[in-house]
């Protein structure tokens, strides 16, 4: 891929596997070192996910991804990786992060592209659910802690730093809508590593700009936010719902949703979100809420015109990381999404549906 560079795994991507350079400033390890005290466990899962990002490097580029995670979730992606390696694992831990991961990234740049050079705005929502201490998850049955290739598909994407990576977005007005603590500490963390005495010192943002809205989706007022902030209800727009809705419950879920389709009657507008089946929020139901087994169905009847849906493993959600055609990815993408047990082992269907969704005024 042009823009990002990210692009299809060397055969050797894992023939030297090795933590990534860890020299942080002082700085930057006191910030993490906070996170570790404040931050709750699903907080923190933020970090786990830029850390898959670090140690998938070789399909993924994202400069600053183990400055986001911090040392102790790198430590402990690699040694999950370590792991699977030597057990000869179908899938190794993060591939799902790293398919996840360019898929929003292709389909982003692709979304961009699509508005034929005028200006555009990317918006980049984050949530907090309601129940963070059902976290790590726990098997239903035994009360034990889920295995963490278990549960890694459902990682939030907040430790994230497109606007200082995808060059497709130097055309357009970035915004970041979450909480105020977790903005707070990623801009603390970007700004030291910027420091002269740092490795990222020369670390810029790619974006035309980037404004940092602190909001909660789950209120009223956060598209007025939003708006104060800058935001053009008339200009395309491309919002970025990674890892997010089934953290909602159905009402909000559904509101974050009709508000985006409404904007379809305004101006050109494309939605890119992941989504739960049913089968997958009963992983946890306490923590997950909002599914939907048939997004490709809901969407056109909120205002959306035109909608893709993609599995991990498919043609464009693979990037070359999921070949074995025994991987469980590829076994769900056999059956009929209608199938929520596989018949051959029982096991429950968990499914997540990468969705594209776009509509213009007529």
């Known amino acids: 891929m042009s823009d990002n560079e990210n692009g299809p795994p060397e055969v050797s991507a894992w023939a030297e596997l090795k933590l990534p350079d860890l020299q942080f400033n002082d700085a930057i390890r006191e910030l993490h070192a906070a996170i570790g005290k404040e931050w709750d466990y699903l907080q923190q899962s933020a970090c786990q996910t ?3 990002r670090a140690m998938w490097k070789h399909v993924v580029h994202d400069p600053v991804a183990g400055l986001l995670a911090g040392e102790t979730h790198l430590r402990s992606f690699y040694d999950k990786i370590q792991k699977d390696r030597l057990k000869n694992a179908r899938e190794i831990s993060g591939v799902i992060l790293a398919v996840r991961t360019l898929w929003f ?7 961009l592209g699509s508005f034929n050079g005028g200006e555009a705005q990317v918006v980049l929502l984050g949530a907090d659910p309601e129940n963070y201490n059902h976290l790590p998850l726990k098997d239903r049955d035994t009360e034990k802690p889920l295995p963490l290739d278990d549960w890694l598909i459902a990682l939030p994407q907040r430790m994230d730093a497109r606007a200082y990576r995808l060059s497709s977005l130097k055309e357009s007005d970035v915004f970041e809508v979450d909480f105020p603590e977790v903005l707070q500490i990623k801009t ?7 420091e002269p005495t740092n490795e990222h010192q020369h670390l810029r943002i790619t974006a035309k700009s980037l404004t940092r809205v602190a909001a909660d989706i789950r209120a009223n007022d956060w598209v007025e936010k939003l708006q104060t902030s800058g935001y053009m209800p008339e200009k395309n727009t491309v919002w970025v ?6 953290y909602l419950s159905h009402s909000q879920a559904m509101q974050v949703l009709k508000i985006i389709a409404d904007n379809c009657a305004v101006t ?13 929020t009963m992983l946890s139901s306490s923590t997950f809420h909002f599914y939907s087994d048939w997004p490709d169905h809901l969407l056109p009847t909120l205002g959306f015109s035109d909608v893709k849906l993609s599995q991990i493993g498919d043609p464009d959600a693979n990037f070359g990381l999921l070949q074995d055609p025994l991987n469980m990815f590829n076994k769900l993408r056999s059956l009929p999404r209608s199938v929520q047990t596989h018949p051959d082992d029982g096991t429950p269907c968990h499914r997540l549906y990468l969705v ?3 509509g213009s005024p007529k």
Request: charge should be negative; aromatic fraction near 6%.
């Open 50 to 52: 830029a850390a898959g």
């Open 105 to 111: 990234d292709s389909k982003l740049e692709a979304a």
């Open 188 to 194: 603390s963390l970007l700004q030291a590593a910027m």
């Open 241 to 246: 719902l990674e890892g997010i809705l089934y």
């Open 268 to 280: 050109h507008t494309v939605l890119l979100a992941d989504f739960m089946n049913k089968s997958s």
């Open 356 to 358: 594209q969704a776009s």
